[in-house]
Each structure stands twice: as C-alpha cells, then as structure tokens.
C-alpha cells in the first residue's frame, strides 16, 4: 500500500483536483522565467504569458481527452503510438523524459542556489538523491499537504511582489524603458512564450493522472486545469511586472536569481535567507511532481519494453525504485553539468516538442468527435511548433540530439527484449 502525506481516495471535486496541479506548477517557471522571458522579449514578455498561456489551455484539453481514452501511465504517449505510429510515439517519449530530467535539475539547483549559493550544486545533488529516496517509501503530497504547499508557494510568491511594488526602486521606477529595434519583434514575444511554457507545465498530474487514484471527474478536471492555468498565468504576470519595476528589463534579462537579486535592490536584503528558504521549501513538492510526470511515461514504456523491463520493479511501497533511480541519478548529473536558465530553456523546448506530436495524436483522436477541442489540438500542435523553433539554438541542437538517440536506444532495447 503506497504511503501518502494525505490519505486519498477517488477524488470527487475541483477542490480536491486543484492542488495536484497548483502544487506541481508554482516553481521555477514563475520564480525564474521572467528574466529568460525578458531577456527574449525585452518590455514585450507580458505578451508571452499569452502565448504561454494559449499553449498550455490547448496541450492540457488534447491531455486530458486522451487520459479519458487511453487510462493507466503515458496517455498521450500511449495515443500517438496507436494513432501515429511507433516512431513519433518514441520520439515525443524521448524529448518527454530529458525535459523532465532537465527540469528536475533545474528545480535542484534554484533550490541550491536559495538554500546554499556557494555549493548550489552539491546541495542540488543531495536534494534530488533524497527525494528519489522519499519516493521509494511512497511518498505522495495530495490533500491537506498539498495546500499547504501551494500556500507557502503564493505566500513567497506574494512576498516578492508586494516588497517590489513598496518600495521605490534607487533613482525612480524603471520598468518603463523604451523597447529597441529588436525587442518588439514577434520573435522574440514567441521566444518568451516559449520558455514561460514551463511555468504551466504540471497540469498533466491533473489531466492526465497515472494512478487512479488521482482521477477526478470530467467536470472537476476541466474546471480545475482552467483555475489552475489562469491562475499561475496572473503569478507570472505579476511577478514579471514587480521584477521589471524593481529592476528594470535590462537587469532582469541578465539576473541568473531574480528573487534574491530583487530583494537586494529593493533594500530587503535581510529578508533575502527568509525568502529564499521559503522559495526553496516551496519548490520541494514541485521537484517531486516533476519526478511523478516522467515516471507515468517512463512506466508506458517499460510497459512496450521500449525501457528494460527491469526499471518496471517495484519496491514494498509499490513505486518503481530503480526507474526513480535512474531518472534522479540523470538529474543529479545533468544539475552538475548546466545553469539553471539554460536547462530552463532546453526542457521547454523538449516540452513543446512532446506537446506537438500529443497535440497531433489529440487531433486525430478527435477527429471524429467534438469540434471544438480537435481544433484546439490543431492550433496547440501549431503552436508547440512555432514556440519550439523561436527557443535559442543550444536548446533546439540539445533537443535535436535528444530525439535522434532516445528513439535508437528504445529500438535496441525493444529488440533485445522482444
């Protein structure tokens, strides 16, 4: 019987839905994002959170239909083999899984950078090493837990925009600077969205739930998935408007840790170690939630022996110990490897990537069905392609390389277990 922070049966409401999708999307896409964001994009970012948004509101309708079709681990993978074939399905797993590792490393090393600067990334590896370890005892936050968690997450997030809001940055606001020649291109509005993608991101815990045990009502799913989606779109949108008053864009665009840098300038800086273990806590959960997300889809294919069986072993808790093991250890050395921001933009393009071809899968699972959300699909398979091709080069060379080999490696390994 896997043990919970929360004890949990089916769960019936949007209540009890929002937190598995809050509590796994309040992270480092809104405590980090903006200055990539900003960086692309320049005074021009808060548009990305619209195409973020858009983006997000169609890749979470095309998840959740198919979850509702093809139940159990890996639903939009499972749609794109049966309806695309055995190729795209391996590569969509593929840039799933490294954006999900790239993530997960990511998430390690802001939690290092807040709890330890000068070893962020000894302490990203300690972090990752514990929570796969939780994981084999079967560890799960959902009800109560989960609130709390998504509360700490609003109350850090709300802490940094009302210090930045209250306090007149040195030598007058600076949030109004005048866009160059290149910040007001559509490119760089879509290379904003793109990366701000994976500030939205989590959803699928709700959509598209492995266990089912976390399976709500159509209703409840989609009431939810839109609070939830609506709701970090404000938190990013506020926190990029604080960050730019405080800061101005340029500053931002160049901050590795806006948060700490922020408080700095905002003459907070003893609030920086009380802000930053609250931000480091907070993302705790959201670090665990990675690690479910890419065990549901490495489960579908340990399930097609497109992963060695073996990965598929359970422990006493009943959660696969070594396919845990071997996605944290990728994560461990990933986060020893890459900064933050760059993994940041690398996992957003593998995500957008992964959420072409299920947006792909989605529409021809619709195409005899519902209008509406088969067109969703076609507009989202769209997007996730434009947002990808607008991220920088080393991510799309990165992701390149990820879905040339990870589709060689599952073809090995299916034909030594066939």
Known sequence: MTRQVESVGRLTTGRDALPLALSGMIGVGVLLGPAPAAAA????????VLVALLTAVCAASATAYQSSRYRGPGAAYACVRERMGLLPARVGASAYLAAHVAAMAAIARVIGEFFLPSASALVAGAVLLLVVLATTTGLRIRGVAAWLWVGLSLVVVLLVVAICFAITPAGGPVAHVEPGASDDSAVGIIGAGGVLFLAFTGFERLAAPADEADRAPWVSIRSATRFSLIAVAALVALMIAALTYQLGW???????????????AAAAADLVPLVCVGAAVALLPVLLGTLESARSTGLALVRDRELPRAFGRTGPSGTPYLLDL????????VSQLVDPIALLSF???????????????ARLLLSDGPTWPMRGACLGMGLSVVLAMSMPISAMLTTLGVVVVGPLLAGVVSRRWK
Do not use: K, Q
């Open 326 to 333: 071997v996605l944290g250890v990728a994560a461990v050395i």
């Open 41 to 48: 994009a320049g005074p021009w970012a808060l548009l990305g």
């Open 347 to 361: 996992a957003a393009c593998a995500l957008l990537l992964h959420y072409a071809f299920a947006n792909a899968g």
């Open 250 to 264: 340029e500053r931002l665009a160049l901050s590795p840790m806006p948060v700490r840098d922020v408080l700095t």
